[in-house]
């Protein structure tokens, strides 16, 4: 069939065919090197082969051939199907590509049990309509589950894609939960909780109980039921019940009312009270030991009067930094009447006829202790200036003990260089020694002994 001729001498002509008025030379005149032609608007009918004819004199007639390609881009589309789940496969998603050259491809893409059926229909001029459902036997588990329709095609750049969600329909289904198995008399603000699900959405919630009379401490609000305070009448069972268009659905729960117990809030105050307190106590009680020990190495060497208070000779003569510090002491370094107190240094009366211990101590004289020295002929016994004066005590024990800051650290690491006289009278008639009753003497802890009316340097 001839759709548009060119001669030299005759020109341009386009005999009666299904494109005349739509077919035309691309140049008029047209060139004979490459006499074109194009077709406007044009038509699924448009396609097929076309044959360019050159007639030469006297070779013959020369052709070549091609051939014209229609394409129909399709209308996709994707739609879900509710169901009712019913135990028997029916279609729950369709998918449809409409008029399309050539015919479309449709895929599924789901987790749902399922499987596709496609089918393809002719359509106006050539074309191909595509339509594929997707079908399963649906559950309340498959409810809401993704699917999605996939369509491709020559004339799309990319696949079109349908995201869908599964739409089965099922009566209500639904669990009490909020009981914890604790329920005691007096505990308040209890709940219970009516989780339901169903599709269609269920409208309807009743809570009863098994007696059919609801306790007064109990307030219902919607799904929720709240006890505000446990006593023995919500001992029972609660039943909840819901409704949808397609059924109802039933949960019950027995709740048990226990005895009342202690508030664990208030439990774990008491236990918090309990543990502070004992280590209030266990601090007090170590303070008090560290006070007292200390107390008694202080005044190691010392007894009271018998009336509570200390001899006053004792106060003066007894510290050993104090003292120096008051005047009574030895003002020079490392002086003995200061450092150590701990043995018995006995004074004698200015009087010769009472030698021994003085009964007055506003008679005291110099103190003497052993180691005597000779004075016109007759022996003496040292003054204490005379022991301080020595050179018997060695100047590095002396610096030793000058360096001791505690008298309890001079007491435990004197070793004093000079001897200290420990005079022990002979005993009298009635087994007093000096004027002093034996048990009036105590051990110390360097292995000597004091009295403990005795006055000490």
């Known amino acids: 069939m001839n759709i548009a001729v060119y001669h030299p001498n005759f020109g341009v002509n386009y005999p009666p065919s299904p494109v005349k008025g739509r077919v035309a030379f691309v140049v008029d005149p047209p060139n004979l090197d490459a006499p074109s032609i194009q077709i406007v608007d044009a038509k699924m009918s448009d396609e097929g082969k076309y044959i360019c004819e050159f007639a030469t004199y006297p070779s013959g007639n020369e052709q070549g051939v091609t051939s014209l390609v229609m394409l129909a881009k399709p209308r996709n589309s994707a739609s879900i199907v509710t169901v009712v789940a019913e135990g028997k496969p029916v279609t729950v998603a369709r998918c449809e590509s409409v008029d399309g050259l050539p015919p479309a491809l449709i895929t599924w893409v789901t987790t749902a049990n399922g499987n596709a059926t496609t089918v393809s229909k ?19 588990a498959d409810n809401g589950k993704d699917i999605s329709c996939v369509v491709s095609h020559k004339t799309q750049t990319k696949p079109d894609s349908f995201p869908l969600k599964l739409a089965v329909e099922f009566p209500p289904k639904l669990t009490i939960v909020g009981y914890d198995n604790n329920w005691y008399v007096g505990r308040t603000n209890v709940q219970l909780t009516c989780q339901a699900s169903g599709n269609p959405i269920p409208t309807t919630v009743v809570w009863k109980t098994l007696t059919g009379e609801m306790p007064d401490t109990v307030v219902i609000k919607e799904n929720k039921l709240t006890v505000l305070k446990v006593d023995e009448s919500v001992n029972t069972t609660f039943v909840c019940e819901v409704k949808n268009r397609l059924g109802v659905g039933k949960d019950q729960i027995t709740t048990l009312v226990r005895e009342p117990s ?3 809030s208030n439990a774990g105050v008491v236990a918090g009270a309990v543990i502070g307190s004992l280590l209030a106590l266990l601090l007090v009680g170590a303070l008090i030991a560290v006070l007292v020990t200390r107390n008694r190495r202080q005044q190691q060497g010392y007894r009271g009067n018998g009336k509570g208070t200390y001899d006053i000779k004792s106060r003066i003569f007894g510290g050993g930094k104090k003292a120096s510090k008051n005047g009574t002491g030895n003002a020079g370094s490392g002086g003995v009447a200061g450092g150590n107190n701990n043995g018995p240094i006995y004074v004698y009366s200015e009087n010769p006829a009472h030698q021994g211990l003085a009964d007055k101590p506003n008679h005291h004289q110099p103190l003497h202790l052993g180691g005597g020295r000779e004075e016109g002929g007759v022996a003496t016994t040292p003054t204490a200036q005379d022991i301080l004066l020595s050179t018997e005590l060695d100047e590095a024990e002396r610096r030793k003990f000058d360096e001791l800051d505690d008298e309890e650290e001079r007491y435990d690491h004197f070793g004093g260089g000079a001897p200290i006289l420990q005079l022990r009278p002979p005993q009298n008639e009635e087994g007093i020694m000096g004027g002093y009753l034996d048990d009036d003497m105590e051990s110390q802890r360097d292995g000597s002994v004091i009295s403990r009316t005795a006055v000490y340097v």
């Open 262 to 264: 202690v508030n664990p």
């Open 122 to 140: 002719a359509g106006a001029d050539n074309t191909v309509t595509v339509t594929s459902e997707y079908k399963m036997i649906p559950t309340a």
